[in-house]
Each structure stands twice: as structure tokens, then as C-alpha cells.
């Protein structure tokens, strides 16, 4: 059974920085593909960012050069590091396979950001 256990959130001050991680059982993330992403009140959940097989990462415009995504494979975690955060990116966020299995959605961890 597949496990996703998201970690890391907060409240923050805009401009501020937070560390996601992604602890992950049942799957092997250094053979597939990852993703973060995340979910607005009221909104449809996005794509955030994601890192390939081979250490390839693409981001969102909207945190393009403000987020980086990384995987400690030995310790089978994906990670978001977020800085010069924003209000607009207060959501919910999760991490899941890329493309995403909707079985395997986790609960979550917030992050609110304040201005």
C-alpha cells in the first residue's frame, strides 16, 4: 500500500521560507517521477512542481526561480523548498506520483502565507 506523508507546513510572513517534505512508502521515488502540488480554497488542485527519473525538475510559472524540488532517495523523500513565499501561495499541498494516481493522494500539509 502506498503512503504519502507530507510534512513542513505553516504559517508564514510573505517573503518568508518553508522546507516541505514528502515521506513516501510502498513506492520507491528514485524509480518514478514526482510531483508537489498544491490546492487553493475554492480552486482546482495544480501542479507545482515535479522531478524526473533522471533528476530533471519543471516548475509552475508562478514559482518559477522561488521553489526548488529535490529527493533524497536513501531516505525515499521528496522534498519543496519554498522561498520568498507569497500569499497566492497559501493552499494545501501534496506530493504524488507524476502524473498523478488518484489513490494516492495524501492529507496534506498546509501552508498559509501572510502579508
Known amino acids: 500500500q502506498v503512503q504519502l506523508v507530507e510534512s513542513g507546513g505553516g504559517l508564514v510572513q510573505a517573503g518568508g521560507s518553508l522546507r516541505l517534505s514528502c515521506a513516501a512508502s510502498g513506492i520507491t521515488i528514485r524509480t518514478n517521477a514526482m510531483g508537489w502540488y498544491r490546492q487553493a480554497p475554492g480552486k482546482q488542485r495544480d501542479l507545482v512542481a515535479r522531478?524526473?527519473?533522471?533528476?530533471?525538475?519543471n516548475y509552475a510559472d508562478a514559482v518559477k526561480g522561488r521553489f526548488t524540488i529535490s529527493r533524497d532517495n536513501a531516505k525515499n523523500t521528496v522534498y519543496l523548498q519554498m522561498n520568498s513565499l507569497k500569499p497566492e501561495d497559501t493552499a494545501v499541498y501534496y506530493c504524488?506520483?507524476?502524473?498523478?494516481?488518484?489513490?494516492?493522494w495524501g492529507q496534506g500539509t498546509q501552508v498559509t502565507v501572510s502579508s
Open positions: 504524488n506520483k507524476y502524473p498523478s494516481r488518484p489513490g494516492y
Open positions: 522531478i524526473s527519473l533522471d533528476g530533471t525538475t
